[in-house]
């Protein structure tokens, strides 16, 4: 249907500048700074930072770690904790979306009907001897890469037909990804054995739900499916009304083969996912969303080659944000497979008079089934529309024509005078119709990695004689918001900064206090590298200067104002210019 | 060690404050009404608004559902985000613990170290023909039960017996469950057919992670083991300093055997959980608690038979919260099957003067043992300070003592003259200990759902002919802060309505607008019904009324003032009562 396929095109190009407007609030403070380094590089400072201060931890790293699982520290958790009520608050609560929380343990019937029992699969290659498992279009794809690297005893047609390899890489079906292979005699990377036949392995990790072993469950690939099968209670909770759209957050599941790109790529992640059910058919709520409009001119180039939103890192562009067309798929196939149907409906301000079928035929059923019973039901169910308008066509010109009878296994003759076939005008009330799904789906580590990289940078210290290492993260996103400092050690100061904390606490933003002697520049230096956009120096009994981490300016304070004025500028409601114009300028 | 027991049970009444403290907070609005029906009538009652009203779904219903699975709806999130946020702040926030953020897919090494693998079983019986299974207490629970009900034929001294069962039910053996079992003749409920023996069915998820089938993982049975196994780390973050507490929340697994108490006993839940690491033998941080022992006379009685937080029900006083003095158990266990330390150190002011053990005997060594290489770092390992000690004993009074050397597989006797043997006095400058763990463990699905039940309670209509549901939530949890109604359909009252929305988006406040032509009335029953505690009636251009839920009571409040006046209420910061004073009473 050409109308539904150009409605969910606009649908999504609506999707996607809400979604490029949630990127460009979060990274309004953010620029990408790989200037005089080359990626490897770049990430390599980046990832160093991040595990020495903990923004993640290798998962259980005293058992020497699990490929593809890592833990959030202390400062991560803060993060993700802040992005996650930013989404809410963008998403859920901005746009009234209806919240769900669905368990991650998922019963096979669920995941058969989806299609991910059968097709949740990557094609995998085993070393025959040492039993070790790789993803096949990564061995073709690394071992295009090498040969391509050793470039000049290349000939140019042999360095086409790679790079051809390399572009037709996702599209390979598994007999041609096997011929490959072959071809070029590709062997395990690690041990150099014979190699498998690639075969489809299913990335869904396996379990059984309760104790008789009798029914496997799998842990989601995806929330999603918990959001389809729960559509017809969201609609009644909607007011059985269309459009609507339901969110959820929370852990989903990949048993990846074998994960690379570091806390790109992982086993276990959270996912925040959205669906928008809308009819197909209908354009008014365009208006609902209108809205969040202002930058329709620039985004309407993105949806014809963008339906994700990606964003650039050391490891080049990647995916954050899918959004995805899913029309009537899933809502279709859990409505065969359960039974209950997941359906809308368009109440008609005025009844519509509709041509049905399959035709009502009272003559024809009495006088030729009349000796069996329920005859004209059967009958009108072996016959479709397509068949009754044969046979009024075959009655037309020929004056009589042939029917099996199922119920009597018995072709009969029936006569033109006998039948009055017709297509049926029916009075209906409402429309009947299977929503459209549009699915925005929000990897939040992939994200809170990406912000990771695009806040990172050094600059040298006092000294000049070493590098110290910054992340300039947006006040509402930074882990701990500010620190408080005493200048010495000394009683009068830490009571002051107790006083403060106590104030900080109460409007509930996140600090640290730092009473070691340590220079005041190495506390700095310390905080800087969590990111935290404040510092707090208490130098008097009556007022304390604040310091902004970027720019590394000083302002002077009020000991009795200061924990609202930092509360004021990570809420966003003043910025640090702001702050500039009201209060004196420290200098130190 | 007499002290650090003592010393754990302190921690614990003070951690038992605090966890009151915080129910304390949750419920100052909460009252428990059940007075004039039965319990079962009562929480039948409350189910079924709770599942009408979709704060929780039976997970995938349409498919028939899970038993022991559920779904948070939409209103259910909402006030899940709220406890959680509150939990946050009270601990997390006010005592800066360390958050982490710990996968569910845990490799079996850690649950085996951690003792789950063995010892995380519950007993299961079979019922030998159909295959189902039970839990073997429960059977013998139910069948006590039910002969104590049938009553008078019952003789004095059989009822004594099943009561005694009946206590003493959770301490069996499983021998002594079996026996009990056949005595009793108990039969599957369902078949009456025979019944297995009862045997361990260990209640982990199981799985395989990755491709090769070779590494077995499980689901965690709790998050704790997360926060033990990164012990190294959050020492080292939090500036290798004792005391510290981490924190986690997530979803925890339980393949229970046969789940019942709805939404009680679940195989998927959200859990709170904190581990405190102390020092067994420093009290100093006693006082960093303190601030909160202003409950601290009541609360010393619940600490004699309350380790765990309980919340009366209508289930009965239900385990909401358990506070565990885990001493060293888990960080002993995967020191031990990780080889990695996990130890923390205290830095003596001072060097101390210590008598260390085994004794050295340079001489000894010498004269005996030359031949023998690394001899007497041998002798010294295989003789402990008891040993050297009884040698030491047996050389002033017999003049010799017979060795055996295992090197030399030799008995060699050892003269008076050729040993000194004294306790050696070395200079220490750091003490090593293992940490001890006192854990607060939240099961946040549990708190929900008391609060759902000390929340709820009947009224009758205006016209007396029905009952009303009405949920009492506490501002601050409830899933909706408040409600906007246009009096009636007019284009004007929708605008003002609107502009309110706007309003109130701007502020956070989460909302629910209704401009069907549905009679007011009907309009605050459906909202009551959801715990929204205020609405905003539109009956003109310039001035709102605000109704208070509980009360009915009604204040007329200008336009532009409503939204900021339901945020203040909502954050705490005012009352009802203040605004009842401050704002003219609208009586309708």
Same mark, same amino acid.
């Given at each position: 249907?050409?109308?539904?396929?150009?409605?969910?095109?606009?649908?999504?190009?609506?999707?996607?500048?809400?979604?490029?407007?949630?990127? /460009?609030?979060?990274?309004?403070?953010?620029?990408?700074?790989?200037?005089?380094?080359?990626?490897?590089?770049?990430?390599?400072?980046?990832?160093?930072?991040?595990?020495?201060?903990?923004?993640?931890?290798?998962?259980?790293?005293?058992?020497?770690?699990?490929?593809?699982?890592?833990?959030?520290?202390?400062?991560?958790?803060?993060?993700?904790?802040?992005?996650?009520?930013?989404?809410?608050?963008?998403?859920?609560?901005?746009?009234?979306?209806?919240?769900?929380?669905?368990?991650?343990?998922?019963?096979?019937?669920?995941?058969?009907?989806?299609?991910?029992? =059968?097709?949740?699969?990557?094609?995998?290659?085993?070393?025959?001897?040492?039993?070790?498992?790789?993803?096949?279009?990564?061995?073709?794809?690394?071992?295009?890469?090498?040969?391509?690297?050793?470039?000049?005893?290349?000939?140019?047609?042999?360095?086409?037909?790679?790079?051809?390899?390399?572009?037709?890489?996702?599209?390979? %079906?598994?007999?041609?990804?096997?011929?490959?292979?072959?071809?070029?005699?590709?062997?395990?990377?690690?041990?150099?054995?014979?190699?498998?036949?690639?075969?489809?392995?299913?990335?869904?990790?396996?379990?059984?739900?309760?104790?008789?072993?009798? %029914?496997?469950?799998?842990?989601?690939?995806?929330?999603?499916?918990?959001? /389809?099968?729960?559509?017809?209670?969201?609609?009644?909770?909607?007011?059985?009304?269309?459009?609507?759209?339901?969110?959820?957050?929370?852990?989903?599941?990949?048993?990846?083969?074998?994960?690379?790109?570091?806390?790109?790529?992982?086993?276990?992640?959270?996912?925040?996912?959205?669906?928008?059910?809308?009819?197909?058919?209908?354009?008014?709520?365009?208006?609902?969303?209108?809205?969040?409009?202002?930058?329709?001119?620039?985004?309407?180039?993105?949806?014809? =080659?963008?339906?994700?939103?990606?964003?650039?890192?050391?490891?080049?562009?990647?995916?954050?944000?899918?959004?995805?067309?899913? %029309?009537?798929?899933?809502?279709?196939?859990?409505?065969?497979?359960?039974?209950?149907?997941?359906?809308?409906?368009?109440?008609?301000?005025?009844?519509?008079?509709?041509?049905?079928?399959?035709?009502?035929?009272?003559?024809?059923?009495?006088?030729?089934?009349?000796?069996?019973?329920?005859?004209?039901?059967?009958?009108?169910?072996?016959?479709?529309?397509?068949?009754?308008?044969?046979?009024?066509?075959?009655?037309?010109?020929?004056?009589?024509?042939?029917?099996?009878?199922?119920?009597?296994?018995?072709?009969?003759?029936?006569?033109?005078?006998?039948?009055?076939?017709?297509?049926?005008?029916?009075?209906?009330?409402?429309?009947?119709?299977?929503?459209?799904?549009?699915?925005?789906?929000?990897?939040?580590?992939?994200?809170?990695?990406?912000?990771?990289?695009?806040?990172?940078?050094?600059?040298?210290?006092k =000294?000049?004689?070493?590098?110290?290492?910054?992340?300039?993260?947006?006040p509402?996103?930074a882990?701990i918001k500010c620190t408080v400092f005493p200048l010495v050690q000394n009683q009068q100061y830490e009571e002051v900064a107790k006083q403060i904390s106590k104030s900080l606490t109460a409007f509930g933003i996140s600090y640290k206090i730092d009473i070691t002697g340590a220079s005041i520049g190495k506390r700095y230096a310390r905080t800087d590298?969590?990111?935290v956009p404040f510092a707090i120096t208490v130098d008097s009994t009556s007022s304390v200067t604040v310091r902004e981490r970027d720019s590394k300016q000083q302002i002077r304070v009020n000991v009795d104002e200061v924990a609202s004025l930092v509360k004021s500028v990570t809420d966003?409601v003043s910025t640090w210019p702001d702050l500039l114009r009201t209060y004196p300028i420290h200098s130190s």
């Open positions: 249907m050409e109308t539904g396929k150009l409605r969910a095109v606009k649908i999504i190009i609506i999707i996607i500048n809400v979604v490029f407007n949630f990127f /460009f609030l979060l990274c309004l403070y953010l620029d990408f700074t790989q200037e005089s380094q080359t990626r490897e590089a770049f990430r390599q400072a980046v990832v160093n930072t991040l595990e020495r201060r903990l923004f993640y931890i290798p998962s259980f790293k005293i058992y020497g770690g699990v490929t593809g699982l890592y833990d959030y520290g202390p400062p991560g958790c803060a993060v993700k904790a802040n992005i996650l009520a930013f989404w809410r608050k963008h998403f859920v609560l901005e746009e009234n979306m209806l919240e769900v929380d669905c368990p991650c343990v998922t019963p096979e019937i669920v995941l058969k009907a989806s299609g991910h029992v =059968d097709k949740f699969t990557d094609l995998m290659v085993k070393d025959e001897k040492a039993g070790t498992c790789y993803r096949a279009d990564h061995l073709l794809k690394d071992f295009c890469k090498d040969e391509l690297e050793k470039g000049p005893n290349l000939s140019a047609e042999k360095a086409a037909e790679l790079r051809h390899v390399l572009n037709v890489l996702d599209n390979l %079906s598994m007999e041609e990804l096997s011929a490959k292979i072959k071809e070029y005699g590709i062997t395990a990377p690690d041990t150099k054995n014979t190699l498998s036949d690639p075969y489809p392995f299913n990335l869904m990790f396996q379990t059984s739900i309760g104790p008789s072993g009798s %029914s496997p469950g799998y842990l989601r690939p995806e929330t999603a499916q918990g959001i /389809f099968v729960n559509f017809k209670d969201l609609y009644y909770y909607n007011g059985n009304k269309l459009p609507f759209a339901a969110a959820q957050i929370g852990q989903a599941f990949r048993n990846e083969i074998s994960p690379r790109q570091g806390l790109l790529r992982v086993r276990e992640f959270t996912l925040a996912e959205i669906e928008h059910f809308v009819d197909p058919e209908d354009k008014a709520h365009l208006s609902r969303l209108r809205f969040r409009q202002h930058l329709a001119n620039e985004m309407a180039h993105y949806a014809a =080659d963008c339906w994700d939103a990606e964003i650039e890192s050391s490891y080049g562009w990647i995916e954050c944000v899918g959004i995805a067309d899913r %029309s009537a798929y899933d809502l279709h196939a859990h409505a065969d497979k359960s039974g209950v149907p997941l359906v809308a409906y368009e109440k008609f301000p005025e009844p519509r008079e509709i041509e049905v079928s399959p035709p009502s035929i009272p003559q024809f059923t009495k006088l030729v089934i009349a000796p069996v019973k329920r005859s004209w039901v059967l009958l009108s169910k072996a016959m479709g529309e397509k068949e009754a308008m044969e046979m009024k066509t075959t009655l037309e010109a020929m004056g009589e024509a042939e029917l099996h009878v199922c119920t009597l296994d018995k072709v009969v003759t029936i006569k033109n005078n006998m039948v009055a076939i017709s297509k049926e005008k029916k009075k209906e009330h409402q429309r009947v119709f299977t929503p459209s799904v549009i699915e925005p789906s929000f990897g939040i580590g992939r994200i809170i990695y990406c912000l990771y990289e695009h806040s990172f940078y050094t600059r040298p210290s =000294d000049g004689d070493e590098q110290l290492n910054v992340f300039r993260f947006p509402l996103l882990p590298e969590l990111g966003g």
